[in-house]
Every structure is written in C-alpha cells, then in structure tokens.
C-alpha cells in the first residue's frame, strides 16, 4: 500500500516548487517507507510512497506509460484483486507488459477504456491520473472507500493526498475549522459526513466517485451506486451464492510477493477468513498461516459482560488457530502503553478519533509489520449483513437517527452555549439523517419494514462502516501495514444488498445467511457464537488515567479546548463513576473513559495542528 499526494497550479511552473511537494509526500512516509518518487513537470507536481507488496522491481512509481506520443503518469494507493482478468483482456488487445505490478494493469486500463476502467476493477484504490497531452488530473477512489483520497481547490490550484496532513503540509493550506468542522468534531465524530474534510475547504472524494480536474475547474462524478431491485434467488442459491462470492474475495486478497496473515479475535467474521486463508496456504503450499489476535493486562480479571460485549474472545481464537493449524500470536498492551499511543493515534488520524479503539490497533499493526507486511481482516461484516443491534432491536432500528449516536442531547451538553448556538448539534445531526435517506435508491412497492431495515443497511453502509475502514487504513498505514478487508468485495456488496431481512436473519440469528453459508467451514462453537465487538481494555487504570488527563486539560487555562465546552458540566462528568454512565455515546465501545479520552484527545489536535476556529 502507498500514499499518494500532488498540486496542480494552472498559473505556475511547478518544477521551481519541487520541495513544496516533496514536504508534502514526506508526510506520507509512514504509508510508504520503502520508496519515494516525484513528478514534476509544468502546471503539475505529483508524489507518492510506496510499500513494496507486489513487484518490487516493476511498480515503482509515479509510473508514466505512453498511447502513442501521449503520456500519462499516475500516482496509485491500493491493490487489484483481479489484476491478470484485466491484464488478460489487455493483452488481447494487443498491450504487452514489462513487469507484473497491478499498477502498471491500472494504468493500462486508463489507457485502453479512460475513466470506464472503473467498472471492470475490483479491488481497494485510490488514484489520480495526469494526461500531459489533454492536461488533465483524473481522480478515483474505490467503490466502498477503503483507501482515502482528500482534496482542496482554491483559486486557480488543485491540491489533493492520501491524508490531510499531506494537503496541510502545503502553505496555502491552513488548519482552519469553521462551524460545521466543529459539528463534525462535537456532533459526528468519530464518524464523518461522507465527502467532509472536517478542515475548512478541504473535502474527500466520496466512495465511488471520481473526479476530472482541468483549467476550467474540478468536475465530480459517480461511477458506481447499490442498485435495488427484487432479490429472486431461493433461499438455497442464494447461501451458495454467498459461499462462492466470499470463499473467491478471500483467495483473491491472498496474493502479495510479501509475508501474509490474519487478524483473529475468535469472532464469526475473522474466524472465517483465518479457516479460509489457512486452507488456501495448504493448497498453495504457502507453509503455516499465521494469525494475530489482542488482549489486554488483566482483562481477564476485569472484564464484565453486557449486552454489547457477552464474552471474552480469547478462548475461541485459541479454538480457531488449533482448528484452522495456524501459528498463533497474542500481543498484549498494559494501560501506559495505550494511553501513550492516544496521540499517536490522533495524529495517524488527522483528527480526533476512537480513542482507546484507534490506539490498541495502532499498536497491535505496529508489532504485526515485525514480522508481516499484510493482514486480512474481518471490518465490513456486520453492515453488509446485519450484525449489529440495530437490525433487529426495534427500538434502535426505529430511532429516526443513526444508532450507534443517539446521544446527540447528551453530547450537546458538554459544549458551550456559544458553541451549542452556533452549531446546533441536534439539528445538524438530523439533516445528515435525512440527507443520507434522501438518497438511497429505493425499490417501488417494497414492504414498509423491509424498506426500513433497507434504510439501516443503508445508514451503516455510507457511515458506521466508513468509519470502521477510516480507522483500519490510518492505523495500519501508520505502521506501515497493509490491511485487506475480504468483506467489502464489491460484489458481496452489490448481491446481499437486495437479499431480504428473512434470509439475512435466518433463523432469528444476527448473520444468519452468513452462518449458514459458513456451515461445515467453521466448527459450530464459534459458527453460532454470539456476536462480539473488537477487543477493548476493561482495566479501571484506564478510566483512571484518560480521567487525569482530562482534568489536567480543564485546569489548564491555556486550553484551547475550554472555550468550546461546559467547563463545570464536563468536570461533574470527570468527578463521576465512569460505570454510572456506561452505555455507549458512540457505537459500542465508545462510554464514560472514552469521552474522558475523547475531550482530551480534541485539545491535543488543536495544540498540535494548530487549528484555528472560524466561527
């Protein structure tokens, strides 16, 4: 995996302004640490990083390929699941290679089909192409959004990178915020509005969308969008097509010239591509899968059960790696570490985030890329097929908001009343409801609750999951490790989008249909285990500690952050129990240590980034 970044200036010769784009690529160093390379010629600078993950020799980059005497140069984050069907068609239409990188296919595919290429890839990328001839920028990002790709446009300049901080490194790009940047912060977060940039003028290309950058300004289409229309598959063909589509996504994420594991909590969703993955090693003759789970210093000691967390992982990744004959690794973090590694992984961000979530993973990939370069993990599962509680608790299913962030109130609270005026969190986490609903493709004359458990599909698919992908790719980047995510195979996607609830929830079980297509994969213990979140510490230390952080910040009258929140309400808060106000403010880890951490974390990202506010 790589980063990439570039500048296009229509008034201006970029090859005087080498170093601004070289400040610009260094900061994607720790998503590429194997090599650097430039582009600079006329209007246009291009940078990228590589991690070296197929063909070392053959993919450097930028890479630049010729139709006839017109040149095309690209810079590309991402990888091809299905590079030789492409390179296959390409052949026969009389290309020929000189190396067998997925980035050298993807850039002959432009060449060949321009930006109808999109349609034929499958696989996680982000990419901009510049045409010297037509002296045009093209930019895509994939289907799902797994890899990310932000920009600014000001004036006659075109900005864009695979992370904010590589757009912030350029100086006409300032850390401003305005209001809605502080309602995404206060309001959204740790999610983010699809397409927002949370820093003023700066946006993200959405999932599935590309852009066309020329002298007369940036035009955005939509390439790729779920389809509805009437599921007519049996029950039966549809559980083999689900086998069949999971079973091809797992074995096509498998290829890399570089070491290879997985991600194992013991959880449906890991458990599968870990079995899966560790009989294509046996087949190929790949030797011993390895796989990687994490705990936590006294977990077992601290952890309660509850009704978003029933039961520890560790005993049934145990099960699994015995099951699957893998080479199991446990890594272990006690609380000083994870509270260190909170800005780390605020920075990893660009924005405040999960907190102790985001940092456990930033660890956990930081010791794994000792020894492996790829992972493969089970994100993505639970949206596309309904394993959260909101599926099926009537309750949260008809909230008439996002259900992971049904404290809106509670979240306005802790603000200032100038803040609260000023972005009025309730309302503008409502219009972001309704905006998200307005645009779902609806199926004519379809059932009123299903077209309601439609629309939670939905929701989860352009918000909690983008989320979840955010936080996998800035985490695992920032240690310099690649994490593939079999589940979000467009094509898996585009199909149980119009399978029904019934199915999905076959048998009265979240997952259902998954399970049942699983049956005979995965022994019955973990096949049937209730649903479990990503591992969190339980340790009191931790509250503990995000707790003095926090009230460190609010005694300290420096604080950027105090302007902005009820300084006595958030102090009561601290002063409290943190298990008198236990239950998530976000999704399902996220409760009273975390907001501790949460606080904290935002006045570290305005001291660190310098962030103006622009109210």
Partial sequence: MCGITGWIDWDQNLELQRHVVASMTACLALRGPDTEGFHVKGPVALGHRRLVV?????????????????????????????????????????????????????????????????????????????????????????????????????????????????????????????????????????????????FRNIREVRPGHSLTVTREGVKQERYWALASKPHTDDFATTVETIR???????????????????????????????????????????????????????????????????????????????????????????????????KDAVIARDLPGMTDVDASLYLFCREIKKEKTVVLSGECADEIFGGYPWFYREELLNAGTFPWASMTAERASWLSAELREAIKPEAYVAQRYRETL??????????????????????????????????????????SLEARVPFCDHRI??????????????????????RKAMEGILPDEVLYRKKSPYPKTHHPAYTEATRSWLKEVLHDPTSPL?????????????????????????????????????????????REYRVSVKL
């Avoid at 698919?461 to 800035?474: A, E, G, I, Q, V």
Wanted: glycine content about 6%; proline content about 5%; some cysteine.
């Fill in 54 to 198: 197929v063909d070392p020799a053959g993919g450097g980059q930028p890479m630049t390929r010729y139709k006839g005497d017109h040149a095309f140069t690209m810079v590309y984050n991402g990888e091809l699941y299905n590079t030789e069907d492409i390179r296959r068609d390409l052949k026969a239409r009389g290309y020929e290679f000189q190396a067998h990188s997925d980035t050298e296919v993807l850039l002959t595919a432009y060449l060949e089909w321009g930006s109808d290429c999109l349609s034929r890839l499958n696989g996680i990328f982000a990419f901009a192409i510049w045409d010297e001839t037509a002296q045009t920028l093209f930019l895509a990002r994939d289907r799902m959004g797994v890899k990310p790709l932000f920009y600014a446009q000001q004036g006659r300049s075109f900005y864009f990178g695979s992370e904010l901080k590589a757009l912030l490194a350029h100086p006409d790009i300032k850390p401003e915020i305005d209001a809605e940047g502080l309602a995404e912060i206060f309001a959204i977060s740790p999610a983010r509005t699809p397409g927002h940039g949370v």
């Fill in 244 to 342: 069949t589509l999971l079973l091809d996504s797992i074995d096509r994420q498998l290829v890399a010239d570089v070491p290879v594991a997985t991600l194992l909590s013991g959880g449906l969703d890991s458990s599968i591509i870990t079995v899966v993955a560790s009989k294509v090693f046996e087949q190929q003759g790949r030797g011993t899968l390895h796989t990687y789970s994490i705990d936590y210093k006294d977990n077992d000691r601290h952890f309660e059960a509850n009704a978003f967390q029933p039961n520890s992982d560790a005993p049934y990744a145990r099960l699994i790696s015995e099951f699957a004959k893998t080479e199991h690794h446990t890594i272990q973090f006690d609380t000083p570490e994870l509270i260190a590694a909170l």
């Fill in 438 to 479: 307005d645009e779902m493709p609806r199926l004519a004359g379809e059932d009123p609750a299903e077209a309601k458990r439609r629309e939670m599909f939905y929701l989860n698919l352009n918000w909690f999951m983008n989320t979840l992908l955010d936080r996998k790719d800035r985490m695992s980047m920032a240690a």
């Fill in 493 to 514: 996607v585009e199909y149980v989008w119009n399978v029904p609830w019934s199915m999905k929830f076959h048998e009265g079980r979240e997952k259902g249909i998954l």
């Fill in 562 to 606: 105090l302007d902005l929140i009820d300084r006595e309400h958030v102090s009561r808060i601290a002063d409290l129990d943190a298990k008198a106000s236990g239950i998530p403010w976000f999704g399902q880890l996220m409760s009273t240590p975390q907001l501790f951490a949460y606080l904290a974390s935002v006045d570290f990202w305005l």
